[in-house]
């Protein structure tokens, strides 16, 4: 049976406002641990740790040919595929969700409609601190935070009290809900139990998404045997478990269709698998890269030269765009609403 082997980075559980880590991503490489081994012994023969680790390689200029050569390989000759998203973003992705989406709701207006929380989530991110004030948008992010994860009465009357803070008349159409109307649909939305603003699944299901269109047939995973990836253990599980029927256009490019190919998921130790390292070379990479075209990090595999080698359907990125129009044509005729629903009837808690 076909094996993807996985890897995480960037994990922070429901803290996605991480100063050290702001962003979060996966990746999956459907290789063997003897074509892993050769591609390593090819590539640093010289290596003389335990396992390879690519934050300790990156930090040697000396070893940024040899890394890049070494995903080059990787990326055309197997199946992989790399998610990365920007974790503040993904936060205001579920404010929208939670904070304004059921507003929207009992209104009848569908905000899922060709993208329209992705475009909310986006003006958020880079006109919020502007027309909001920096320190009243990042207080409303950590009240908005901090209530997903406490759902106390205290912290849902602080949220509000920070939308209310917050210049809100400038974007009422995101933050009105709770400054002007302290919604109650909003409010129990975020109050529900089981709902956080851990990523894990959203990051998880992008490369589900992409396995499934990659695998010709029944396939299996392995992951590295970490505390972090242990939450991802048990999502991979759920999703095997689940015996549904159901498909989902969730994009121009992407779909996903239930009972998924995937059968079984297994823990390994990355010490005794190549695989699962080159998986971790691929994540750290991509990571990195995002650090550096943001200018949070200097030092590094050079990013430009690093995404030239992914095709389209190699990489993922869940970052904000302005580009409302382009994103509108990318999610023209998505089932995000039915998605969503089918989600939490079936995998929620």
Known sequence: MECFRIDESGYTGYDLLNQAQPFQGSSAIAIGDDDAARLIQEHFPKL??????????????????????????????????????????????????????????????????????YSMASLLYYAGPGVLGREAMAALEKAFQDAMKLKTSESLAHLVTRAQAADWQALPEAIGPLAQFADQECLEAIATPGVTTDIAFIILMALITRMEAMAAGPYRVEHDQTKNLATFHDILQRQIDHDGTAEFRQSAIAALRFPLKLQEVTQVDSKNSPAVQLADVMIGAAIEAGQQLT??????????????????????????????AGQRAFRQGTQASELMDYFAKHFSG
């Open 295 to 324: 200018g949070r990090v200097s030092e590094g595999l050079d990013p430009d030269a690093l995404m030239g080698l992914y095709a389209d359907d190699q990489i993922i990125h869940m970052l904000p765009s302005l580009d409302f």
């Open 48 to 117: 003389q740790a335990p396992e390879l680790k690519y934050k300790a390689l990156s930090r040697r200029r000396g070893n940024h040919p040899r890394l890049l050569a070494l995903i080059r390989d990787v990326l055309q000759n197997y199946k992989c595929v790399t998610h990365v998203c920007d974790k503040r973003y993904l936060l205001l992705l579920k404010y929208v969700d939670y904070a304004v989406e059921p507003f929207y709701f009992d209104r009848g207006f569908d905000l899922y409609k060709e993208g329209q929380n």
